[in-house]
C-alpha cells in the first residue's frame, strides 16, 4: 500500500509559495545564526563580517531585538544603522533573513500604554525590562507592530541582502487580560454561535456554570478550585489563534509588498501553548529552535522526534534549525557545554531528518545584558577557541553535504499527534498526572529511531494511505472524523497500534459513553471500563514478548503507575505462529489475541494488557498500560516485525548501535556512542561525503561521529 509517489514535493496545493530552494539552491545548506549588530560598533562589524565569511556562514537573522533602536519614541525611525549593516553583510556575500523586531517592545510602548503588557492568570500585568512584554489581543500593540513592519518592508524589500523574513521571535505569550476576554468571547461566539451553543460545549449545568451574558465569559482565571475543563481547553486553542493572528498579520504586510521570499517564525518543537499543525500552512518554511540537553542521555533521540515533526509540519519540505546553542546555554540551573564534537553530530543530525540549514543563537557573545553567559559562535574570547574552531569545521562540512539540499525522505510509519489532545488529556482532574503525552510520543519514537525506522509525524484525520504502520501513543481527545479516518486505514490494510487512554472524550472534552476505546473498541476486539493508577505495588505483566531484554524480569514487567481494567470482547483468537493470529484463514474480522496480561492483583489477574487483532487487510494493537520502557520497546519491535518494517539500511529493523537516516539517495549514519560502531552497508562502495573515503562491506562510524554516504563515486 505504499506509495511513495505520493510524497513528492507538493507543487500542486502551494503553487505560488516562496519556498527555500531559491536559497539553497544557489548557496547551498544555509549556515549562520541570530546576528545583533546593533550590540556593537562600526569597527566590530566589520570585523563579524570577515569572520563570518572565513567561517562559511552564508545566512544571518537580523533584527530580532532591535525595536527600540529602530523606532526609540513612538513613531520615530532610526533606520540608518541597520542599512549600513545590511550593505556590509551584503558586501561580504552574506544572505540575510530579516525580522520584524515585534518580539520586544520599547519600554515607551509599556510605559505608555500599560494595556499592551500581558496580564498572568492571577491578575498581574507583567512588565518591560525582559522580553515578550506583549498581549496578543492588544490592538494598541498590533497596530504598532504593523506599521513597524510596514515600515520595516517598505525600506528593505529591495535590498538585495535580504534573501528571507522573519516574524517575531518564539511566539508563545499568553495574555487574561480584559481585552483578551473580549477577543475570547468572540473567538467563542465564532465557534459556538451562540451563548446556548458555549453552555451546551462547556457542560455548563455542572456546578451551576450557567451564563446567561457574554459579558460573563472571561479567560481562565485564578479560581478557588477547579476551572471548566473545556474553558481552559478552548483558551487553549483560543491563544494558539491569537498568536497566530498576530504572526499572520506581519505575515501579510510582508506578502503583500514582496511575494518573492519566504516567510517564517521560530517554532518551539513541542511547544505546549500553540498548535504547530494549525499555523504550518501559514508558514513558507517551518523553522525550529532546539536546545538539547547535553547531559541527558535521551535528549538526541528527543531531538530525531522534534526533527521529524518539523519535517512533518512542512509536508516534507525541507526546514530550518533556526537556533540552537554552539556550546552552553545559560538558563539551566547547571548549564554544561557542549564539545564541538557533539555541536557537529546535532547539526548533522538535523540535516539529516531534513534540514536544509542550520543556524545558532547567536553569532557574537552578548557582553551586557541577560544572556551574557549563553554560548555563541564567537565566543567572549575569540576566534581562537576550539568553540570557534569548531564553527569552521561545521561550516566546511556543511559546504562538503550540498547534494543534499532538497532531499526528502520516505517512511512507511507515522506516529499520530494532536494538539488538542495533547492539552485535554494533561489538564487538570484527570486518572492521573503520570501520563505525559509528548514523553509516551519520545517512548515509541525512540524504539523505532533506535532500528533506524523513518517516522513521520501526522494528525490523526490526515491522509494515511502512504503509510503501513500508524502509531498513536495517546489519543485522548478523538472526533468521530478521525476515528473513522483510522478505521478506514485499518481496512485499507494498515496497521494501528492505539495507547493507553486514547478514545475517552470527544472535542469537547466530554466523556464518551461506553467501554473504551469507544469508537474503535470493535477494531481492537478489546475494551476497557475502568482507569486504574496504580498503588506503589504496582503491577506485574506477562508476555512472551519481553522474556530476558534488560530491565525486564524473564517474561514479566513491571508496570509501576497506569494501566487499564480491559477484557477481550468475543472470546480470544489463537496466535498463530505465522504472524496470524487473531484471523480465521479468510481475512474476515476475528477474535482479539491478548499479547500480555496481568498477573496479579486479584480481580485483574489474567486481564488483557496488550492486545492485536486481524481485522480485513489490517491489523488493529490496543497498549493498555503504560509499559515499562524495555516491555514497550518489545511490543514496538514485535509490531514493526510483524508490518515488515525495513530499517534506512533496507534491513528488518532491528537495533543498529547507530543512528542511521537516508535522506534522498544519501545514508547518514550517526555515532552518538564514545565508541567506534561497525554497520553492515552492502557491498556496493560507497563514498562518505564528508572524508571522501569509501566503504563498503562494513562502515565504522568514528565516535561522536557522522557518515554521509553515497553511490555516487566522488
Ligand atoms: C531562544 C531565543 C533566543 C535566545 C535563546 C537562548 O532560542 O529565541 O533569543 O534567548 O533562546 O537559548
Known amino acids: 500500500m505504499t506509495d511513495h509517489a505520493s510524497r513528492a514535493p507538493d507543487t500542486t496545493t502551494r503553487p505560488t509559495r516562496p519556498t527555500l530552494s531559491k536559497l539553497t539552491d544557489e548557496l547551498g545548506l544555509l549556515y549562520g545564526g541570530d546576528y545583533n549588530p546593533e550590540q556593537w560598533d562600526r569597527e566590530t562589524w566589520l570585523e563579524d563580517a570577515r569572520l563570518m565569511q572565513a567561517a562559511g556562514v552564508n545566512l544571518v537573522t537580523v533584527g530580532v531585538f532591535s525595536w527600540a533602536l529602530l523606532e526609540p519614541r513612538p513613531g520615530e525611525r532610526s533606520f540608518g544603522w541597520l542599512d549600513e549593516v545590511l550593505d556590509l553583510l551584503h558586501a561580504h556575500g552574506i544572505a540575510v533573513d530579516l525580522a520584524t523586531p515585534t518580539a520586544s517592545p520599547p519600554p515607551w510602548m ?222 539551566r540551573d547547571h548549564n554544561v557545554p557542549k564539545t564541538p564534537a557533539r555541536m557537529r553530530l546535532e547539526s548533522l543530525q538535523a540535516v539529516a531528518h531534513g534540514a536544509d540549514g542550520i543556524c545558532f543563537f547567536q553569532w557574537r557573545a552578548s557582553r551586557a545584558g541577560a544572556e551574557r553567559f549563553h554560548s555563541a559562535m564567537l565566543p567572549h574570547a575569540g576566534a581562537d577557541t576550539d568553540v570557534h ?74 491522509t494515511l494511505g502512504e503509510y503501513d504502520l500508524v502509531l498513536a501513543p495517546n489519543l485522548y481527545l478523538l472526533d468521530e472524523p478521525d476515528a473513522a479516518n483510522l478505521r478506514a486505514f485499518v481496512a485499507g490494510g494498515g496497521t494501528l497500534v492505539l495507547g493507553p487512554f486514547s478514545d475517552v472524550a470527544t472535542r469537547d472534552a466530554h466523556v464518551r459513553p461506553g467501554r473504551f476505546p469507544v469508537q474503535l473498541a470493535d477494531l481492537v476486539g478489546a475494551s476497557g471500563e475502568e482507569w486504574l493508577p496504580l498503588d506503589d505495588d504496582g503491577l506485574d505483566v506477562v508476555s512472551d514478548l519481553w522474556a530476558g531484554p534488560d530491565g525486564v524480569l524473564p517474561g514479566i514487567a513491571h508496570v509501576d503507575s497506569y494501566v487499564e481494567r480491559l477484557r477481550l470482547d468475543g472470546g480470544e483468537g489463537v496466535d498463530g505462529s505465522d504472524g496470524s493470529h487473531g484471523t480465521d484463514g479468510s481475512g474476515t474480522p476475528a477474535e482479539a489475541v491478548v499479547v500480555a496480561s496481568s498477573s496479579a492483583p486479584a480481580g485483574l489477574s489474567g486481564a488483557p494488557v496488550v492486545v492485536r487483532r486481524r481485522s480485513g487487510a489490517g491489523r488493529a494493537w490496543y497498549v493498555g498500560a503504560l509499559l515499562p520502557d524495555a516491555a514497550l520497546d518489545a511490543v514496538l519491535a514485535e509490531v514493526l516485525r510483524e508490518s515488515g518494517t525495513l530499517s534506512a539500511l533496507g534491513t528488518p529493523a532491528a537495533r543498529l548501535g547507530v543512528e542511521a537516516v537516508r535522506r534522498g539517495d544519501l545514508l547518514f549514519l550517526l555515532n552518538h556512542t564514545g565508541s567506534p560502531v561497525s554497520v553492515p552497508v552492502g557491498s556496493t562502495p560507497l563514498t562518505d ?26
Open 389 to 462: 574552531r569548531g564553527v569552521v569545521g561545521l561550516g566546511a562540512d556543511l559546504a562538503r553535504l550540498r547534494p543534499v539540499v532538497g532531499g526528502r525522505s520516505r517512511a512507511t510509519v507515522a506516529i499520530a499527534f494532536d494538539w488538542s489532545s495533547w492539552w485535554a488529556a494533561e489538564g487538570e482532574a484527570g486518572p492521573t498526572r503520570r501520563l505525559r503525552v509528548v514523553e509516551e510520543v519520545r517512548r515509541w519514537h525512540r524504539a523505532l529511531w533506535e532500528r533506524g525506522v523513518a517516522v513521520d509525524l501526522v494528525r490523526p484525520g490526515d
Open 689 to 714: 561525503l564528508l572524508t571522501s573515503a569509501v566503504h563498503s562491506g562494513t562502515a565504522v562510524v568514528p565516535p561522536v561521529d557522522v557518515l554521509v554516504l553515497t553511490e555516487r563515486p566522488s
Open 110 to 331: 509599556g510605559h505608555l500604554y500599560p494595556e499592551t503588557l500581558p496580564v498572568d492568570r492571577d491578575g498581574v500585568r507583567l512588565t518591560y525590562g525582559s522580553r515578550n512584554q506583549f498581549s496578543p489581543s492588544s490592538e494598541v500593540y498590533r497596530g504598532f507592530a504593523r506599521d513597524i513592519t510596514r515600515d520595516l518592508v517598505d525600506r528593505y524589500v529591495e535590498h538585495p541582502a535580504v534573501r528571507m523574513w522573519h516574524v517575531g521571535n518564539e511566539l508563545g505569550q499568553v495574555c487574561h487580560s480584559d481585552a483578551t476576554a473580549l477577543a475570547f468571547r468572540t473567538w467563542l461566539d465564532e465557534r459556538y454561535g451562540s451563548l446556548d451553543g458555549l453552555n451546551e460545549a462547556w457542560g455548563t449545568t455542572f456546578w451551576s456554570q450557567r451564563y446567561s451574558r457574554w459579558e460573563e465569559v472571561v479567560p481562565p482565571r485564578r479560581a478557588p478550585y477547579l476551572i471548566n475543563p473545556t474553558q481552559e481547553l478552548d483558551f487553549r486553542s483560543f491563544t494558539s489563534d491569537a498568536l497566530r493572528a498576530v504572526y499572520r498579520e506581519q505575515r501579510d504586510i510582508i506578502r503583500e509588498r514582496d511575494p518573492r521570499r519566504p516567510v517564517t517564525t521560530n517554532f518551539m518543537g513541542f511547544f505546549p501553548l500553540v498548535d504547530y499543525w494549525s499555523w504550518a500552512q501559514d508558514l513558507d518554511v517551518v523553522s525550529d529552535d532546539a536546545y538539547p540537553d547535553p547531559v541527558d542521555p535521551t535528549s538526541l533521540a528527543s531531538a530525531a522526534l522534534t526533527q521529524d515533526l518539523m519535517r512533518s509540519l512542512g509536508g516534507g519540505a525541507p526546514w530550518l534549525l533556526m537556533e540552537q546553542a554552539v556550546s552552553a546555554v545559560n538558563w
